[in-house]
């Protein structure tokens, strides 16, 4: 039972780089979302997906382009990493309606 | 705005005792579905506990209780018997909508032996 998965799980990347997280999941959900995690801020939305080939923007999305083309997997890239894109990226997905999220183990990007 | 306040940034209780986490919002929306996550160390964000805002019943899953008073916009955690393995990071949530979860910023519970 792989659930949602990240890739990498860790990585540091340069000012100006650019890199993309890989989620994958095998639960067929329609829903997939992609949030930071920084100290005393909780989890923010940066983009969504309601389905396949659909995105949409959250809470704080710029610096950052999201893209679904299979429905099992949502990409997220920077296209020129800076100092304040260094966080811990969650992954989550769920079924349509109400239910549970299920998240990845998260990914640990520090941009130096 | 839509929003979750956890007022605890952090808290501690003794081993086998009782400890509350509390968690406010707020929406015009009628009809949702609040949670609590929880975080411990190794970062992987489990449910703990998810309440319906139509039911008037509250939420129960073994230690985990929720004391959910829609009126006041008041959703709080109850953790009887706490155990080391309690010790993490709790977030509140809900979804006010189809699409989007709001969270809140988080309390760190410490259970000390």
């Known amino acids: 039972n792989a659930g949602v998965t990240q890739t990498p799980k860790f990585r540091v990347l340069k000012t100006g780089q650019s890199m993309t997280l890989l989620c994958a999941q095998d639960?067929?959900?329609?829903?997939m979302y992609w949030y930071r995690q920084d100290p005393g801020m909780g989890l923010r939305l940066i983009h969504y997906?309601?389905?396949?080939?659909?995105?949409a923007k959250g809470e704080v999305p710029d610096g950052y382009n999201v893209s679904r083309l299979k429905k099992q997997n949502f990409l997220l890239g920077l296209e020129s990493a800076a100092p304040s894109q260094t966080s811990v990226y969650f992954c989550?997905?769920?079924?349509?309606?109400?239910?549970?999220?299920?998240f990845g183990e998260g990914s640990r990007l520090t941009v130096l | 705005a839509q929003t979750v306040t956890q007022s605890q940034p952090e808290m501690s209780v003794q081993e086998a005792e009782t400890v509350t986490l509390s968690c406010t919002y707020d929406t015009s929306e009628s009809n949702y579905y609040l949670f609590w996550y929880k975080q411990p160390p190794s970062r992987q964000m489990i449910l703990v506990i998810r309440?319906?805002?139509?039911?008037?019943q509250n939420a129960t899953e073994n230690r985990f209780s929720v004391n959910f008073q829609k009126a006041a916009k008041s959703f709080s955690l109850k953790i009887s018997d706490s155990q080391l393995g309690d010790t993490a990071m709790y977030f509140c949530?809900?979804?006010?909508?189809?699409?989007?979860?709001?969270f809140g910023t988080g309390t760190r519970l410490k259970v000390l032996a």
């Open positions: 639960m067929n959900h329609e829903y």
């Open positions: 989550a997905s769920r079924t349509g309606g109400t239910g549970e999220l299920f």
């Open positions: 309440q319906e805002a139509y039911k008037q």
């Open positions: 949530a809900f979804i006010p909508g189809t699409y989007k979860y709001i």
């Open positions: 997906s309601v389905g396949e080939g659909t995105t």
